[in-house]
């Protein structure tokens, strides 16, 4: 009996431990399951974050087309060719079409209901209509620029599939995975024949990776060589076919491609690709150039074109076999394209357009929508304000000017790429604000540091015109000078925080009494300084501060001749309202718009503008700066061809570490700095370094954009002066000029030049003045 129940106890005890064990073996399993689903569900949303930053397209402006534009100097024949137009003999019938003749051009944009046509004269437009009635404008499709990604140190130029000519698609299928639209993101035939491969040659000759599995490798999990690594590859790549088609696979595939370095940048893409070894936009590629950079992408900088040609065509020779084996190619076609010399650009342009406006488009996303608008928002469009005919004016410019001062001035040249000299060009709308053109440096491959927004630099001269509009304005009451008051231009010593301290003229010239007007043409440091003493440097700071400048100002006597530091982006949008009539617009901005993933308007912070000084003060003062390029610092430009209504001011250091020029017409402003990032003295004013950039830039967007002339508004006057008093002219005047008043400031009648009627009425008047008091 107490046998039978020692074994009755004894299974019991088994059977517990049984059902423990099963028990455990569960929970531990339920434990793994969790943390598998919790860890793909991180994985995949990392995954998904940047996928929607990679498939956020950044585009520049449509490029419109109105009256009196040039369609040689905007290329519009180019713009055609990057956005897939094809050219017809006939009336376009389908979107994507254009025709071209002697008397217009009829196009046909993509999304519209019928083709415009752009009637010409000579190379302008001399009308836009569209089913024979005029319109004021039209506009083409906006070019993609960028993705929102903020990975530094690229090159990136995204494209969506159907950009991608079926050539490419095939010969990086052919490379990489032929089987790709076959399998569900592991390929066991592809790595049962490269471990046969393999072990045949004794090394390792072929991948037995697919694409899908490259893309979770570059995104999510890095390149160590681990067999936990490669199991979760493989996990992750089945779980994304589950997640994606696989056209979008292939899209976020291609513009993953790593296509070797252009000096610290990587060329991310085929579009990048595209334009960085050849030139072209990925559409444009040619069979041999498709089997090219399709051969890169297995080891970028072993293949590489640049750094070697022979190995390259080698590698692009066995993609073209493998197409023709695999059937995608014809024997005709495999022998011309395996015939065609590898021929590639030496120095190629960025492959992406603007890449000092792109990092700055990125950054006012973040401060404007917030970090995670692109990141969660797939298929999101940003909508930039960006003129890509103006900025490749801009980048043209920059490259020329800077070229043409080295060779001026020989000891400006360095042979250290970062210690060149450099220069910022920045253009905006005066009405809006909006950013048109910008270069921030003048090689983003050989630096990324954007001046044109994080360099501070002293204006100098460039901040004057603040200080006259100070003592010109009449908002605290009459105003201390008119244009045509004098003030003395001569040595002066002055307190400054208990030190002496003396303003110099730029070559230590002094003109003795001079006018308000030819102060600010000449850039005078010691009548501005007279000037700014007078009104009070605190008045001067409230002008400033009213037209938008936010840098630390001091109430110093130096401070009147730019003598603190300022980035050029905000040194420009302070002259926005001296050139649109006194608006000040909320920012600078380069984000016009964002269109959520389906379709809707996110709704950007409101960014209204606000009155910052009177028309009639802002065409006063645009009426001395007009001055400056006539007979001033800047007379220059007209010597350099520059024609039509502009004004501007140039700037320089007492030091001779920066040079300026802002100038503008009613419908667009710009500015130019030069100089060195360390700060050393180039020796050079605005006028000898950054006018003549300034002009070349200002020469074709006027060539392309006709601007009209200023408009005077009301509250100012003309009234004719007699130059060697600054009274209002009579005609017994010798020296006789026009001047701009604001209205009730004119001078009193000159009294020194007249005839003998003219003194007796003169006489009589005072003598009856004098009684009736």
């Known amino acids: 009996m107490r046998s039978r129940l020692g074994t009755a106890l004894t299974h019991l005890r088994g059977a517990g431990f049984c059902s423990r064990t099963a028990l455990t073996l569960a929970a531990l399993g339920a434990l793994a399951g969790a943390a598998l689903v919790i860890y793909t569900a991180v994985e995949l949303a990392r995954f998904d974050r940047a ?39 006939t009336r376009p019938r389908a979107p994507g079409e254009y025709r071209r003749e002697a008397s217009g051009w009829d196009v046909f944009v993509r999304g519209e209901p019928s083709p415009f046509r752009v009637e010409l004269e000579g190379d302008r437009i001399g009308r836009v209509t569209r089913d024979g009635r005029p319109v004021a404008r039209a506009a083409l499709e906006p070019e993609v620029l960028t993705s929102a990604t903020d990975q530094h140190g690229e090159d990136h130029l995204p494209v969506r599939l159907a950009d991608v000519p079926q050539s490419l698609i095939h010969a990086v299928l052919a490379a990489e995975d032929h089987r790709f639209f076959e399998h569900g993101g592991l390929d066991p035939r592809g790595l049962g024949r490269a471990a046969w491969a393999n072990l045949r040659a004794g090394k390792v000759t072929q991948g037995g990776s697919t694409i899908t599995q490259q893309l979770v490798k570059n995104r999510l999990l890095g390149s160590q060589r681990t067999l936990g690594r490669k199991l979760r590859e493989a996990w992750l790549a089945a779980v994304v076919e589950w997640r994606y088609p696989k056209e979008r696979i292939l899209e976020a595939y291609l513009n993953e491609l790593y296509l070797g370095q252009r000096g610290p940048l990587a060329v991310r893409g085929v579009g990048t690709g595209a334009r960085a070894y050849f030139g072209k936009e990925v559409h444009q590629l040619t069979l041999a150039e498709a089997a090219l950079l399709a051969g890169m992408a297995r080891a970028p900088n072993s293949y590489s074109p640049v750094l070697d040609p022979k190995r390259a065509r080698q590698r692009r020779d066995v993609v073209l076999a493998r197409m023709h084996e695999l059937g995608r190619i014809s024997a005709a076609d495999y022998e011309a394209a395996r015939r065609r010399p590898v021929r590639v650009q030496p120095s190629p342009p960025p492959g992406q357009s603007a890449p000092y406006f792109a990092d700055y488009v990125r950054q006012e996303i973040e401060h404007r929508a917030g970090d995670g608008v692109v990141s969660y ?109 004098f003030v003395e231009d ?12 003396s303003p110099r003229n730029y070559e230590g010239r002094y003109e003795g009494r001079v006018s308000v007007r030819r102060a600010l ?32 100002l001091r109430p110093v006597p130096a401070m009147a001749l730019g003598a603190f530091e300022v980035s050029p982006l905000e040194l420009a949008g302070a002259y926005l309202p001296l050139a649109n009539g006194g608006l000040r617009p909320a920012g600078v901005t380069a984000v ?113 954009y006709p601007a009209p ?65």
């Open 51 to 89: 996928d929607a930053r990679r498939v956020t397209f950044v585009y520049a402006a449509g490029q419109s087309l109105a009256a009196d534009m040039n369609v040689r100097a905007i290329d519009l024949a180019g713009t055609l060719r990057r956005l897939r137009y094809v050219e017809t003999r």
């Open 592 to 704: 016009a718009a964002i269109d959520e993933g389906d379709g809707t308007p996110l709704a950007l912070p409101a960014r209204a503008p606000t009155q910052g000084l009177p028309p009639a003060e802002a065409y006063l003062m645009t009426s001395l700066l007009q001055g400056v390029l006539t007979s001033g610092t800047g007379a220059a430009a007209r010597e350099l061809g520059l024609a039509g209504s502009v004004a501007g001011k140039t700037g320089t250091t007492n030091d001779g570490r920066d040079a300026w020029f802002v100038g503008y017409t009613p419908t667009l402003l710009a500015l130019v700095w030069v100089g060195f990032d360390g700060g050393e003295a180039h020796g050079l004013s605005g006028a000898q370094a950054a006018l003549p950039i300034w002009v070349d830039f200002m020469k074709q967007a006027l060539e392309a």
């Open 377 to 485: 928002s797939r298929d999101a469009r940003v909508l930039t304000t960006l003129d890509l005919t103006l900025q490749r004016f801009a980048e043209t410019a920059v490259t020329r000017g800077l070229a043409g001062l080295e060779r001026n001035w020989p000891r400006l040249k360095r042979s250290d790429a970062a210690d060149r000299l450099q220069a910022v060009l920045i253009a905006l709308d005066p009405a809006s604000g909006e950013i048109r053109a910008l270069v921030g440096g003048r090689d983003y491959q050989a630096s990324q540091f954007n001046r044109a927004v994080l360099a501070r630099r002293q204006p100098g001269s460039a901040f004057k015109p603040f200080v006259y509009l100070a003592a010109l304005s009449a908002r605290r009451g009459p105003p201390a000078f008119t244009a045509a008051s």
């Open 709 to 773: 002339p200023f408009a005077a508004p009301a509250g100012v006057r003309l009234a004719s002066i007699d130059v060697t008093n600054g009274r209002l002219a009579t005609r017994f005047c010798a020296t006789v000029a026009p001047e701009i008043f604001l209205e009730g400031t004119e001078p009193a009648p000159c009294h020194e030049h007249q005839g003998v009627s003219d003194q007796i009425v003169d006489w009589w008047r005072r003598l009856l003045d004098r009684l009736q008091r």
């Open 490 to 501: 001569s040595p002066l010593a002055l307190d400054a925080d208990g030190e002496p301290w």
């Open 521 to 552: 043409e000449q850039s005078l440091n010691a009548a501005t300084v007279r000037v700014a003493e007078e009104v009070g440097l605190w008045a001067v700071i409230d002008t400033a501060r009213a037209l938008g400048l936010r840098s630390p």
